[in-house]
């Protein structure tokens, strides 16, 4: 029998889906400051164009000095850069502006606290492509769930950098104090935990929000 002490692109859905049965995440929970911070820029662009956002969203992660080169990424060893060319990528694909200026202020720990839940080969079989790998992370914001997708694009050639093809916002955002009826104790206890880091379990958080981009 395979030992299921990683996610691996060979993997059926049950092994998969048992190997992330035993696996928690830490939910990110995001401070007064930061929100404050995060929302004074959401309210200064939020009327303006598309291209403008985009503008003051490249300008901002340059001052953050986020577009580098990470390491060992969420559980595993893998190493990526995310560059300008990713940042517009992960623009394109958020759900919305407010949730990834959040994820692009706490990409440090996003990323560092990130699950891996999948591997797969490119779809368009690309020559140069090995592997595609997909994780989440999960962000609290003011009880409100913010779950970020991360892509990555693990290259054949060792002279070339991998690449954090997008770090992406979803829609699946829930207000814990107007559904809480609906959610288990656990669940509702991970989230309104005042300590800056929570963790609760991938089967139970599944259970709860249910992203068509998972």
Same mark, same amino acid.
């Given at each position: 029998?395979?030992?299921? #002490? !990683?996610?691996?692109? $060979?993997?059926?859905?049950?092994?998969?889906? /048992?190997?992330?049965?035993?696996?928690?995440?830490?939910?990110?929970?995001?401070?007064?400051?930061? $929100?404050?911070?995060?929302?004074?820029?959401?309210?200064?662009i939020k009327n303006n164009s598309?291209?403008?956002?985009? !503008?003051?969203?490249?300008?901002?992660?340059?001052?953050?000095? %986020?577009?580098?080169?990470?390491?060992?990424?969420?559980?595993?060893? %893998?190493?990526?850069?995310?560059?300008?060319?990713?940042?517009?990528?992960?623009?394109?694909?958020?759900?919305?502006?407010?949730?990834?200026?959040?994820? +692009?202020?706490?990409?440090?720990?996003?990323? !560092?606290?990130?699950?891996?839940?999948?591997?797969?080969? /490119? %779809?368009?079989? $690309?020559?140069n492509i090995k592997l595609i790998?997909?994780?989440? #992370?999960?962000?609290?914001?003011?009880?409100? +769930?913010?779950?970020?997708k991360i892509t990555i694009k693990?290259?054949?050639?060792?002279?070339?950098?991998?690449?954090?093809?997008?770090?992406?916002?979803?829609?699946?955002?829930?207000?814990?104090?107007?559904?809480?009826?609906?959610? #288990?104790?656990?669940?509702?206890?991970?989230?309104?935990? /005042?300590?800056?880091?929570?963790?609760?379990?991938?089967? +139970?958080?599944?259970?709860?929000?249910?992203?068509? $981009?998972?």
């Amino acid at each position: 029998m395979k030992e299921l #002490s !990683k996610i691996t692109h $060979d993997m059926n859905e049950h092994e998969r889906a /048992d190997y992330l049965s035993n696996l928690k995440i830490k939910i990110i929970k995001i401070t007064n400051t930061a $929100d404050k911070t995060i929302s004074k820029i959401f309210q200064s662009i939020k009327n303006n164009s598309l291209s403008y956002q985009q !503008k003051y969203i490249v300008l901002f992660a340059k001052q953050m000095n %986020i577009l580098k080169e990470y390491k060992n990424i969420g559980n595993t060893n %893998i190493t990526a850069s995310f560059s300008t060319t990713n940042l517009r990528e992960s623009i394109h694909k958020s759900a919305e502006i407010y949730g990834l200026l959040h994820t +692009l202020f706490n990409l440090e720990k996003v990323i !560092k606290y990130s699950i891996k839940i999948e591997e797969h080969k /490119d %779809i368009n079989n $690309d020559p140069n492509i090995k592997l595609i790998h997909e994780f989440i #992370s999960i962000l609290n914001i003011y009880k409100n +769930l913010l779950m970020v997708k991360i892509t990555i694009k693990e290259l054949y050639s060792s002279s070339e950098n991998n690449t954090i093809y997008s770090v992406s916002s979803l829609e699946a955002i829930k207000k814990i104090e107007n559904a809480s009826h609906s959610m #288990s104790e656990q669940f509702v206890q991970a989230l309104s935990a /005042d300590a800056p880091l929570s963790t609760i379990n991938l089967t +139970l958080l599944f259970k709860h929000v249910n992203s068509p $981009d998972i």
